[in-house]
């Protein structure tokens, strides 16, 4: 019960971020209440937490876990209900605001179950949220080259994740294959592509005093790793939405987000 008082308080002092992910959770019970920061103490605080939402103790829309993948169909009941679906398309007409920018911006992160807090973030602005848990697959990469050639501008791709030997190599090779598939197949010498990594970074573990933990040994990238590692979801919510907030209006033209 004192667990769940504790998780609790988290979900209502975050409340405007639901949902939150159960890691994210972990690391405010381990910062505020001194919960053990080992993975069996996570695999436990997991557990409540399902069963907690299995007993509505915790809404379910409080907390994202989800790993289904799935592909939608746009089928229809009959005609009239295609015509229904047409007139709410119309009345939930917004303007890409991104059309008019000299730039396209894109965030990506690498934990899914943020999506929803970093959308609420971007969205005001028409920036695009992905989810890169497949970043170091091929195709992904390609298919961000594509869109950016096919956008015909300059793109910047705003990263969020952990800061740990294989996401910050991760994060490098991407930006090193993207560019180059970039480069080959533009259109014109317009178009070109910049990474930058907005969370998380050696300096945000240190001013927001993170916790930490050694590399890992079986990870062959830790070789020539210093220090120690970090989780983006070690941030907190609010954390995380001010600084993505600001990475994206150091990017924006202001005159033209006007017009």
């Not at 809404?59 to 089928?75: K, L, N, Q, Y």
């Amino acid at each position: 019960r004192l667990l769940l008082d504790q998780a609790q308080a988290v979900l209502d002092e975050y409340r405007r971020f639901w949902p939150l992910t159960c890691r994210q959770i972990f690391y405010r019970m381990v910062g505020v209440h001194g919960y053990d920061k080992t993975e069996t103490a996570y695999g436990r605080l997991c557990h409540h937490l399902a069963n907690a939402r299995r007993g509505n103790i915790i809404p379910f829309d409080a907390i994202r876990d989800d790993g289904v993948t799935t592909s939608s169909m746009e089928h229809f009941d009959d005609h009239d209900d295609f015509l229904r679906h047409v007139r709410e398309l119309g009345e939930g007409y917004t303007r890409n605001k991104l059309v008019a920018q000299d730039v396209h911006i894109e965030v990506w992160c690498e934990a899914a179950g943020m999506l929803p807090q970093l959308y609420r973030v971007a969205e005001p602005y028409s920036v695009p949220v992905y989810s890169s848990g497949g970043f170091d697959s091929l195709t992904a990469k390609k298919r961000l080259a594509d869109r950016i050639c096919a956008i015909e501008k300059r793109a910047i791709i705003l990263h969020l994740g952990d800061f740990d030997p294989s996401g910050v190599s991760i994060f490098d090779a991407v930006a090193q294959d993207v560019e180059a598939f970039v480069m080959a197949d533009r259109p014109h010498g317009l178009v070109s592509v910049e990474f930058e990594r907005v969370a998380l970074v050696e300096e945000q573990v240190v001013a927001y005093d993170l916790p930490t933990a050694p590399a890992k040994a079986s990870d062959s990238r830790s070789k020539n790793w210093s220090g120690g590692t970090c989780q983006l979801e070690a941030l907190p919510p609010d954390v995380i939405a001010d600084i993505l907030k600001a990475a994206i209006e150091r990017r924006i033209d202001w005159v033209q987000l006007g017009q």
